[in-house]
């Protein structure tokens, strides 16, 4: 691939990279160990407008599904996360700042809860069945943990809701915004939430048995004819527009979820997490840095393969993690961490980006409008 990946059994391929490939996938990152899907024969600005305008199909099967069941399931999640997991009905999906010792971030996964008893974590890219196999046998809990095959599908734009409302039936349009449901598919039953990792709505379909991933991209695929449908990925320039982060470039173990703008997942002074005391300090003097957008001038980027410096005069304020020209702004749009004093939306900055360019531009809010 011109990517340069080598594959092997340690790079797991996926129930629909068969697919991905006979639709002209140009080639992969790596996620969870797992193959996924970066590039087809759109352009990313291409791609971008057809998932603003039409639906997609995604392989995202990467976010594996950390199944955790058993008398101490709620427990052990509650002690891996600063979010109140305790309303949450079966049905739900929760966003998830998961936190270590030191309040540092390690993975941000949605929780969908099952049952009473039993939740998939749908992890970003880090090693979380390790991390809460190791809390749980330390404290001694009635848990099982194990990694299902399940692997989602996503199905994003303005018409996915008409495309499956119509595969599957009318229900689908009656799942609300981070609910799930379920539909029936070659006899099995299907878990399918209103999510997706787009600013476009959308679903994801937590397929439950790989044998069968090549027959539902198949139906999908089909139905989606009347929809203009595509093969595609998330898409960096929709992503940065919309404030989404990603683990492992906005954030790692290093951030704390306050830094990144995640404070209203967070109960202030609650008791039974780890990171508690760490994140208790952290709020009560304040972070020194937060997450913002960066608007930026000089033409398009190139791509940010490493961070680059955000400065005001001669002093270094931030770097960019993600970077890409918006066409809807006909502006470089970047994420980045700024310091406090700083991070005033519409505060004069600079970015030196990787082609030794010095750019122009201003602190943004997030969303970028």
Not at 226 to 247: H, K, Q, T, V
Not at 338 to 351: E, H, K, L, M, S
Not at 353 to 362: C, H, I
Request: glycine fraction near 12%; hydrophobic fraction near 45%; aromatic fraction near 10%.
């Amino acid at each position: 691939m011109p990517d340069g990946l080598n594959f092997s059994r340690r790079l797991r391929r996926t129930p629909y990279t068969d697919r991905a490939e006979a639709a002209g996938v140009r080639g992969f990152s790596v996620v969870n160990h797992m193959l996924l899907p970066k590039a087809y024969a759109r352009s990313v600005e291409e791609d971008y407008w057809h998932l603003r305008e039409h639906v997609q199909v995604w392989d995202v099967a990467c976010q594996r599904q950390v199944e955790i069941w058993g008398p101490d399931a709620a427990r052990l999640i509650q002690w891996m996360t600063p979010r109140d997991i305790s309303r949450a009905r079966v049905g739900d999906c929760l966003y998830l700042p998961v936190t270590d010792d030191r309040a540092g971030l390690v993975n941000d996964p949605v929780m969908l809860k099952l049952a009473e008893d039993r939740f998939w974590l749908s992890i970003a890219d880090s090693d979380l069945l390790l991390y809460a196999a190791g809390l749980a046998l330390g404290a001694r809990l009635d848990v099982g943990i194990a990694e299902p095959d399940v692997s989602p599908l996503a199905v994003q734009g303005p018409k996915a809701e008409a495309l499956l409302a119509e595969l599957f039936g009318a229900h689908v349009r009656g799942i609300g915004f981070f609910k799930f449901g379920w539909i029936d598919f070659h006899g099995t039953r299907q878990l399918i939430a209103r999510s997706g990792y787009s600013r476009q709505g959308g679903f994801e379909i937590y397929l439950d048995g790989g044998h069968l991933g090549g027959a539902l991209w198949d139906a999908v695929w089909q139905a989606g004819q009347a929809f203009d449908i595509a093969p595609g990925c998330p898409n960096l320039i929709e992503r940065i527009e919309g404030g989404l982060l990603s683990y492992g470039n906005e954030m790692t173990r290093e951030n704390n979820p306050l830094e990144m703008g995640l404070g209203r997942f967070c109960v202030p002074g609650a008791a039974g997490y780890l990171g508690r005391d760490a994140l208790d300090l952290i709020a009560a003097a304040g972070v020194a840095r937060e997450i913002r957008g960066v608007l930026f001038d000089g033409g398009p980027c190139p791509a940010c393969a490493a961070p680059w410096p955000v400065r005001v005069g001669g002093q270094q304020v931030g770097r960019v993690t993600s970077a890409a020209w918006s066409p809807r702004l006909k502006r470089n749009v970047g994420l980045s961490l700024i310091d406090r004093a700083f991070w005033d939306p519409g505060q004069p900055v600079t970015v030196d980006s990787a082609d030794g360019l010095r750019r122009d531009g201003e602190v943004s809010a997030l969303p970028f409008a």
